[in-house]
């Protein structure tokens, strides 16, 4: 046999392959046995697994490959119909297993891929939550700036500090190069440069306030990105810069200034806004971001806020200011006013004391010359005298009355009076004038009208005699008609007077008087007038010059006092005028015992008073002899003395009546030490003050010192002869001032 040098493999080509699968067969076997291993340890870790059972026959799938690949190593060799059925099992059983899981599979692809989406969305989710949480913390961080700026901006109400305080921190929160704030100039036209962040002492230049990137600015409430080269923005030096940093500008709401008039500040500015321009340090590549826009913002808004509280402020500081000197004049004008009225009423009451002190002497003696024998003519010319002092004395009366009217010192003197009398008084009062003129007078009192009733009954008289008495001078013929009737609730209401609200109730009653005549009449257009002091209307002025023009201001200030009302209708010249008031008069309980101060009063006619015992104490000696000359007429035994101490001394239990004048020195303190001389008070005389004083003081002091009676000067016959009368009947007796 032929030798060959051919190597001999050491194992034959398909031995050598059937050796390969065989190692290979048992190591799949053994990992396919691994595998299930390791998923029941996973399906044991995990409780949340929702598909166990899909496991079960993917491990039951890999336990049968195994088994397939294990049960093969039997089959490389010569092996029995056992194996191979077994082989063959194990192979329709894998089949089978794997159709299933594979059919299986179809179902749970979809959910795995629903997983997978859901788990996308998730982190779609977080990473939005983690965008929201930065835009959080951004607003945060922007939020704290701004309270912060907020607390320093106002922190101070003073305008300049506002501004240099927003400036400063907006430039240290924003890292800026230059903040720069504009103004609105006092004419509207322009922009001013008013405050920097960097230069100490800005320059002050101006720009017109229409260029289009103000107009652009001013008409958004938003900051706006500006070119860095805009007008506006050049407040910066550029030597050095290559790259300009990003520029803002906002607008800053200003208030309507001409609501202020603010010393500085535009009167009235046409662009209500002012201008805030940021800019970002130069050379480098940071930009604007949003939320500092925002911060920027809310700055500005901030800033507008606390500048109209500044502006209030100044505003309230100054009419503070104003209001404080208005003060101190009016303060000052009061007091010259108070000094003003006490120098009136002092000088009044000196004239009123001085006035009347020779009044009473004049009414005096003309009232006993009066009951002398006189020739017809002497008869005249002394009634002559004593009318036109009476006119005097009614005018002394009555400027005392406006002024303390005027000053509302003048009370009224409340009590309860027959209201019947007055009216039938005022009429024996008034005849005599209106017989002599031919002038017919009547008297219409209602039956309603109560016949008591409580008031001052001298100011009522006074009004009623006021207002007659115009009408008998202004009356040449015709009649004169005088109406008393109780006005009923729904005639009390008069246009004419909307300050007048009558209350009609149970206790009082309102006295509407009527007074009409058939005399020269008043021109509707005039009627106001009458009612002013010192004043007529022109006709009257020109036709009948007597009088004062006191009497109806009087009668309207009386009737005021009253909670009344007065006015004066009439149609023209010729045609007459009728005066109507109406007072409030309260409604008295009558009992017996008050119904018999309603009865007429007695007339004392020629009465005297033979032997009465009276003393007359005055330092005036005119006064003095006056006194006397009237006493000593009624019959009277008659002791005068010029001082205190004589008074002590002459005074005795047998004199009945003091008259002395309260207005001499220590004229009160005479009245005390009187009282104190005699130990029982019936022993002494009945004291009497005789003043000219009318002052409602004077009458508070003589009862405070234990007086009898006030009497006002002047003093006629008649008056003295009513005064003992009442006096020694009474034991009392204070005429009303």
């Known amino acids: 046999m032929e030798s060959c040098n051919c190597i001999e493999p050491q194992w034959p080509a398909e031995e050598l392959l059937m050796k390969y699968q065989y190692i290979s067969d048992f190591f799949i076997a053994l990992a396919y046995f691994s595998i299930p291993l390791e998923l029941i340890y996973f399906v044991k870790k995990s409780a949340v697994f929702p598909y166990r059972w899909v496991l079960v026959q993917f491990g039951a799938f890999i336990v049968l490959c195994g088994a397939t690949h294990l049960i093969n190593l039997w089959t490389f060799n010569m092996h029995s119909r056992t194996v191979a059925v077994v082989m063959t099992t194990s192979k329709v059983l894998t089949a089978v297993v794997s159709c299933v899981t594979a059919l299986m599979l179809v179902h749970i692809i979809p959910d795995l891929l629903s997983v997978k989406t859901r788990e996308l969305f998730l982190k779609n989710k977080a990473a939005e939550l983690d965008r929201e949480m930065g835009l959080i913390r951004t607003q945060e961080e922007t939020g704290r700036h701004v309270r912060m700026l907020t607390h320093e901006i106002r922190s101070t109400l003073d305008r300049h500090t506002i501004l240099k305080t927003t400036l400063v921190e907006l430039g240290r929160t924003l890292v800026l190069e230059e903040c720069a704030l504009w103004m609105p100039t006092r004419t509207g036209l322009e922009l001013q440069l008013s405050y920097t962040l960097r230069q100490q002492n800005p320059v002050g230049y101006t720009v017109p306030i229409q260029l289009p990137v103000i107009n652009q600015v001013f008409s958004s409430n938003r900051a706006m990105k500006i070119s860095p080269n805009s007008p506006v923005a050049r407040i910066r030096p550029f030597a050095g810069k290559y790259m300009p940093g990003e520029v803002v500008a906002v607008r800053v709401p200003l208030l309507h200034l001409s609501n202020f008039q603010i010393n500085d500040w535009p009167e009235l500015s046409t662009r209500r806004y002012a201008l805030m321009v940021l800019m970002l340090p130069s050379d480098s590549a940071r930009q604007w971001h949003v939320h500092e826009l925002e911060l920027v913002e809310v700055v500005a808004d901030q800033v507008a806020v606390a500048l109209s509280h500044a502006a209030i402020l100044e505003e309230s500081m100054r009419a503070r200011d104003l209001l404080m000197e208005q003060n101190v004049a009016l303060d000052h004008a009061r007091r010259e006013a108070e000094t003003a009225i006490r120098a009136r009423n002092d000088f009044l009451a000196v004239m009123n004391h001085e006035m009347r002190t020779p009044m009473h002497a004049i009414i005096a003696l003309s009232s006993l010359l009066q009951e002398t024998e006189l020739t017809p003519e002497q008869r005249l010319m002394v009634e002559t005298i004593l009318k036109s002092s009476n006119l005097l004395a009614t005018l002394i009366n009555d400027v005392l009355?406006?002024?303390?009217?005027?000053?509302?010192?003048?009370?009224?003197?409340?009590?309860?009076?027959?209201?019947?009398?007055?009216?039938?008084?005022?009429?024996?009062?008034?005849?005599?004038?209106?017989?002599?003129?031919?002038?017919?007078?009547?008297?219409?009192?209602?039956?309603?009208?109560?016949?008591?009733?409580?008031?001052?009954?001298?100011?009522?008289?006074?009004?009623?005699?006021?207002?007659?008495?115009?009408?008998?001078?202004?009356?040449?013929?015709?009649?004169?008609?005088?109406?008393?009737?109780?006005?009923?609730?729904?005639?009390?209401?008069?246009?004419?007077?909307?300050?007048?609200?009558?209350?009609?109730?149970?206790?009082?009653?309102?006295?509407?008087?009527?007074?009409?005549?058939?005399?020269?009449?008043?021109?509707?257009?005039?009627?106001?007038?009458?009612?002013?002091?010192?004043?007529?209307?022109?006709?009257?002025?020109?036709?009948?010059?007597?009088?004062?023009?006191?009497?109806?201001?009087?009668?309207?200030?009386?009737?005021?006092?009253?909670?009344?009302?007065?006015?004066?209708?009439?149609?023209?010249?010729?045609?007459?005028?009728?005066?109507?008031?109406?007072?409030?008069?309260?409604?008295?309980?009558?009992?017996?015992?008050?119904?018999?101060?309603?009865?007429?009063?007695?007339?004392?006619?020629?009465?005297?008073?033979?032997?009465?015992?009276?003393?007359?104490?005055?330092?005036?000696g005119g006064s003095r002899m006056v006194t006397e000359g009237l006493l000593v007429h009624l019959g009277c035994d008659v002791t005068t003395v010029s001082s205190i101490d004589e008074c002590l001394h002459v005074v005795s239990q047998e004199h009945k009546v003091l008259f002395m004048d309260v207005c001499m020195p220590d004229g009160f303190e005479a009245a005390a030490r009187l009282h104190g001389k005699f130990t029982k008070q019936h022993e002494g005389p009945l004291i009497v003050a005789l003043t000219g004083n009318a002052d409602k003081v004077i009458k508070e002091n003589c009862m405070r010192v234990g007086m009898d009676g006030v009497i006002l000067k002047p003093v006629s016959v008649d008056k003295m002869r009513s005064v003992l009368s009442d006096l020694l009947e009474h034991r009392v007796l204070f005429e009303a001032m």
């Open 401 to 620: 009355d406006l002024s303390r009217l005027e000053d509302g010192s003048l009370q009224l003197d409340l009590g309860t009076f027959n209201l019947h009398a007055l009216f039938r008084e005022v009429l024996n009062l008034i005849k005599p004038i209106a017989s002599v003129k031919k002038l017919h007078v009547t008297l219409n009192l209602a039956p309603d009208l109560p016949e008591c009733a409580i008031g001052d009954e001298k100011r009522l008289m006074q009004t009623i005699l006021n207002v007659v008495g115009n009408a008998l001078k202004f009356s040449k013929e015709g009649s004169i008609s005088i109406t008393a009737f109780v006005a009923k609730s729904e005639s009390l209401r008069d246009s004419r007077a909307p300050d007048f609200f009558p209350a009609p109730s149970d206790d009082h009653f309102y006295l509407c008087v009527q007074v009409k005549d058939a005399g020269q009449g008043v021109n509707p257009q005039e009627i106001p007038k009458l009612f002013t002091k010192f004043a007529q209307t022109q006709t009257l002025a020109t036709r009948n010059s007597s009088g004062s023009g006191l009497g109806l201001a009087i009668c309207k200030r009386f009737v005021n006092l009253m909670e009344g009302h007065i006015w004066i209708e009439s149609e023209g010249f010729g045609k007459g005028c009728t005066v109507i008031f109406i007072v409030k008069l309260c409604i008295p309980e009558c009992s017996n015992e008050s119904k018999s101060l309603f009865l007429p009063k007695a007339n004392h006619g020629q009465a005297g008073f033979p032997g009465l015992k009276v003393l007359v104490l005055d330092h005036n």
